[in-house]
Nanobody, 115 residues
Framework: QVQFVESGGGLVQPGGSLRLSCAAS????????INWYRQAPGKGREWVAA???????AYAESVKGRFTVSRDNMKYQVYLQMNSLKLEDTAIYYC?????????WGQGTQVTVSS
């Protein structure tokens, strides 16, 4: 079955950096678009970034220029490099794939930006 395991979250000061990882299994990873979403306390889930099968990327305006998504198809891994972190980036970050007409999510990893 489709599974994601996110890691790499933690506590960081404003202006700092974190690199999130997401290990995928249970589907033909290289053939699918992988998304990162986040959910801040008291808010809905927000799309952050996507990486397409050919390596093209797309970003929400709120993170463009600060976040970089990448993938390693051999390792079934996707990464989110987050730089210049802001207080408003505090959230749980999730991997996502739309596979066989269903959305799949990992358990998420907590990112807290605080001074």
């Amino acid at each position: 079955q489709v599974q994601f395991v996110e890691s790499g979250g933690g506590l960081v000061q404003p202006g700092g950096s974190l690199r999130l990882s997401c290990a995928a299994s249970g589907f033909a990873f290289s053939a699918y678009v992988i998304n990162w979403y986040r959910q801040a306390p008291g808010k809905g889930r927000e799309w952050v970034a996507a990486i397409f099968t050919g390596g093209d990327t797309a970003y929400a305006e709120s993170v463009k220029g600060r976040f970089t998504v990448s993938r390693d198809n051999m390792k079934y891994q996707v990464y989110l490099q987050m730089n210049s972190l802001k207080l408003e980036d505090t959230a749980i970050y999730y991997c996502n794939v739309y596979y066989n007409e269903k959305d799949y999510w990992g358990q998420g990893t907590q990112v807290t930006v605080s001074s």
